[in-house]
């Protein structure tokens, strides 16, 4: 009984840097007023040609009025992890019904890639707010069709299976033995807790084609589902992280089946306001269409065990810098927004003429502030424009930073599409780095089909080691607090802990990703609940290994 209590209580506490959602109070009142639309229109018998798109179909629980101040919301909405972050300044652009597809057999809205005209790559879809991310994956004999979400920051991989029946199961395309014939059950239980939410299921092995190619892969068959993925539109999660999770580790099986000339593949988000989708993912060399100027690489910090991390140095309104710089960064496709520590988010709105905050983690900035924000990488400067970091006006005609003052890694920055849809994004594993190129600009992007070439497999990028701070190939030329909310645990680990056992068997065994006990007690921080569930950490690894 007791074993059973602290496992419950070290997944509890668990959670990835990956997936981490949260819904802003400008982004919930935007989700309010489609869904209003939506019903509106559906009594009305509106024309398909009517402007404006319900995103998220499916209604919020506790959808009443809410007199809490935003951090405490923000609190409890991280806590639940409902969701990724979006931004897009000033209003959301109204959809045609023509750029959105909806799939068979679910509503969810899809804002399609274009086809990649580049070999291994896959179009990178989205939600048409650029909230979450994923690739097309056909599984098994079958070719089963399922979206993903890409996910840097989480090194497990799991899609929803036809036997699971909660919630968020009958909104998605599913996997089971009926779509595949090479389905290969591996007798072993999985859990992936998500904050209050958790996934179940069994670990299975099948064919996996993304980008062109395929690889045997062993991942996890969901039976169990948090209802937090009923408001999203895609159906699993595929891992990109290296580090280790519950399922065998994605990277790591391209590069055992050797599949492609290079351990790497870069990454090229779109913006929905753009208009038109050229997101995609490209594996085992770059695509030169997808970025200007020349890459510059940082080495990943070889201390946390497979997480794309890396130095940043600083940050900066306009020329206006920051001094906020000097620790960590995460790079992670599968977060929406970008979090950091309450005192240096403090000191980047600081140098914003005009912005303000009530909780140290919400910062309210003027709906017209027009200059860039750059990050500091090797010396680089990377802008991020005001379409980004800047929010939607709310019900009361104010935009808030989509720089968050939550610290979701302990003493260090997440930062997600957010920014990184303003640069190109290379994670290279053999060599233990991440390379970024500011973004090829959307008129820059041509919808040609070209052959691939010499050039395709990245010629730009250098093939020496990696130092302790960066390989640099060129300078590109570029102009150079409060008190969180406590209520919940706001501190998270960049790593997951899963619980894996034998099928049926009841038990399982806790699996943390970090060895020391002192790493593992940063998974939690600022709620007394949480902290004594850290506290616990020791002791639970070794309750259930007896």
């Known amino acids: 009984m007791i074993p059973a209590l602290i496992l419950q209580l070290v997944l509890w506490t668990s959670s990835a840097s990956a997936f981490y959602p949260y819904t802003p109070a400008w982004l919930k009142e935007k989700e309010e007023v489609a869904l209003l639309g939506e019903a509106k229109r559906n009594a009305a018998s509106s024309s398909a040609n009517e402007d404006g798109v319900a995103f998220i179909i499916e209604q919020r629980q506790n959808f009443e009025e809410n007199v809490e101040s935003p951090a405490q919301r923000a609190a409890k909405q991280a806590a639940w992890l409902k969701s990724k972050y979006s931004h897009i300044r000033g209003e959301v652009p109204a959809m045609r019904h023509e750029n959105l597809h909806k ?17 291994n790559a896959a179009g990178i879809n989205q939600d048409g707010t650029d909230y979450s991310y994923f690739i097309k994956a056909r599984l098994g004999s079958k070719k089963k069709e399922l979206y993903l979400l890409l996910d840097t920051g989480a090194g497990s991989s799991w899609v929803m299976g036809s036997s699971c029946t909660e919630k968020a199961c009958t909104l998605h395309n599913n996997f089971g033995h009926d779509d595949s014939d090479t389905l290969i059950d591996k007798k072993k239980s999985f859990s992936i807790s998500y904050g209050t939410g958790t996934v179940q299921g069994d670990l299975a092995s099948d064919t996996v084609t993304v980008g062109g190619f395929s690889v045997q892969y062993t991942f996890g068959l969901a039976s169990k589902t948090s209802d937090d993925f009923t408001h999203f539109a895609f159906d699993g999660i595929l891992g990109m992280s290296m580090s280790q999770g519950v399922s065998d580790n994605f990277l790591s099986t391209i590069a055992d089946g050797k599949k492609l000339e290079k351990n790497i593949f870069g990454v090229a ?64 496709t599968g977060t929406s927004f970008v979090f950091g520590p309450a005192d ?9 003429p005009g912005s303000s905050s009530g909780d140290g983690m919400t910062f ?20 991020l424009s005001p379409k980004d970091w800047i929010s939607p006006k709310d019900n009361n005609g104010k935009c808030t930073s989509n720089i968050y003052g939550h610290e979701v890694v302990e003493g260090a920055w ?21 390379g970024f190129a500011a973004a090829a600009s959307p008129s820059e992007i041509s919808p040609t089909v070209s052959p691939a070439s010499s050039e395709d497999s990245g010629a730009k990028a250098t093939a020496g080691p990696s130092t302790g701070t960066a390989t640099t190939l060129a300078t590109m030329a570029t102009p150079s607090g409060s008190s969180q909310s406590k209520e919940l645990p706001l501190g998270l680990s960049g790593h997951e802990t899963v619980a894996i056992g034998a099928t049926g068997s009841g038990t399982a065994t806790a699996t943390p990703t970090q060895s020391s006990t002192s790493a593992a007690t940063a998974l939690v921080r600022s709620s007394q609940y949480a902290q004594m569930a850290a506290a616990m950490f020791s002791v639970t690894v070794l309750a259930l290994a007896v």
């Open 364 to 383: 309210i900035v003027p709906c017209d502030s027009s200059d860039d924000l750059t990050f500091t990488f090797s010396g680089v400067n990377y802008k």
């Open 103 to 119: 799939r068979s057999g679910n509503t969810y809205p899809v804002m399609k890639a274009a086809e990649p005209t580049k070999s």
């Open 414 to 434: 997440l930062l997600g599409d957010t920014f990184l849809k303003n640069v190109y994004t290379v994670f290279d594993r053999d060599q233990g780095r991440i």
């Open 344 to 352: 240096k988010v403090k000191k980047l709105h600081a140098v914003i």
């Open 269 to 332: 988000l779109s913006r929905a306001a753009d208009g038109h989708n050229t997101g995609e993912v490209r594996f085992g060399a770059i695509n030169p269409d997808k970025y200007q100027g020349d890459i510059t690489y940082t080495a990943v910090d070889s201390t946390k065990d497979g997480d794309w991390s890396i130095p940043i140095e600083d940050m900066a309104y306009g020329r206006r810098k920051a001094g906020n710089g000097g620790v960590l960064a995460y790079i992670d």
